[in-house]
């Protein structure tokens, strides 16, 4: 008879333990957080009617690092921002209008995308596997995609919100998904570098 025991699956380790941490500190990541997202926001190429930014990458990577709680809240703090007047927005816009205007299905989807990037990084999909953690990433954007062309086919069309709200940001989907995979595995190997 083997004394071998069956291996216990440990749950993967989050690179910023942010939920053991006081409240303060929690805070202060909110705030830093929807300072990234607002910086994100800045990056921007003008288009019709949707522009191209770097926000679906910093969403993705809020959720992915902060975990699906705190990354859920710190987006949606900086939409409420957004909403109240703030400058947070698209090449700094703001004000309620832009969450009834073409960009709302994007921006409503920004907290359910990262919620699902944050859930999935907490169980391994993250910078330990940097192929899942490309998936996770390709998931949060191809959600933002979809709440985006179904809130524009309301208005133009589906054929045309395909056009003109899917088809010219796929390609960059896939380079933001690489690059916040690529990013979340830089900060997992410096962070292991720290650690040890």
Known sequence: MSNATTPTVKPARRLLDL???PLAWR????ILGTLFLTAS????VPMVPVPITMQTFAVMLVGALYGWRLGGITITAWLIQGALGMPVLSGGAAGAHHFVGPTAGYLFAFPIAGVLVGWLAERGWNG????LAFVNMLLGN??????GAAWLAATIGL???IMHGVTPFLVGAV?????????LKALTCGGRRLAG
């Open 175 to 183: 380079l933001k998904s690489a690059l916040g995979a690529a990013t």
């Open 41 to 44: 926001s800045y990056i921007s």
């Open 142 to 147: 191809v959600i933002c995609l979809a709440f």
């Open 159 to 161: 054929e045309q919100a």
């Open 128 to 131: 330990n596997r940097v192929g």
């Open 27 to 30: 805070a202060g990541a909110v």
């Open 19 to 21: 939920e053991s941490r």
